[in-house]
């Protein structure tokens, strides 16, 4: 898809005084005629990568939260565990639909999936974490232990 122009291998300039250097390449012009014949529907929104969702991670006085951004997927679709440790947030989503027209002319599969894993502090009460989905946002809620709370300052007097 590159519009350069070939230059010569020799390091002859020849072809310049004929006027060849500025005439598109044919690799380009093909380019061009596949480009306006078919449009860019066929090269554009091409994921051929995994994308992973994006994830904050809040530090409050009694918990770290973990917010996921994953919108449009069901609470079915996330398997949240705690193994040694580590939190480990997986998604699963396959949307196939009867399509009984076959004469289609751009179809996309409807399947992606991900997994996150994410070492959990000694802190963390692992017994009591807490996991909800809501507007497009996965938040699991790790409660600190008493020890790792922070404490309110206490203020010493001097004798």
């Known amino acids: 898809m590159s519009n350069l122009v070939k230059t010569s291998n020799n390091g002859s300039d020849s072809n310049t ?3 060849f250097r500025s005439l598109p390449s044919l690799s380009s012009w093909m380019d061009d005629i596949f480009n306006k014949s078919f449009g860019n529907e066929f090269v554009s ?3 051929t990568g ?3 969702p994006a994830v904050n991670v809040l530090d409050n006085d009694d918990e770290y939260i973990v917010e996921m951004a994953v919108p449009g997927l069901k609470k079915s679709d996330f398997d949240v ?3 040694n440790q580590l939190l480990s947030i ?3 989503s ?3 639909k009867e399509d009984t027209n076959e004469n289609y002319t751009r179809r996309e599969f409807g399947y ?3 997994k996150r894993t994410f070492s959990l502090p000694e802190t963390v009460e692992t017994d009591k974490i807490e996991a909800k989905y809501e507007e497009g946002i996965l938040k699991v809620m790790l409660p600190k232990r008493e020890e790792a709370k922070k404490k309110p300052l206490k203020q010493i007097k001097i004798s």
Do not use: K, R, V, Y
Request: proline letters at 0%; hydrophobic letters at 35%; zero cysteines.
């Open 45 to 47: 929104n091409f994921n």
């Open 17 to 19: 005084s004929l006027g």
């Open 112 to 114: 992606s999936s991900f």
């Open 94 to 96: 396959n949307t196939e």
């Open 50 to 52: 995994i994308t992973l």
């Open 90 to 92: 997986s998604a699963e």
């Open 81 to 83: 565990n705690i193994d």
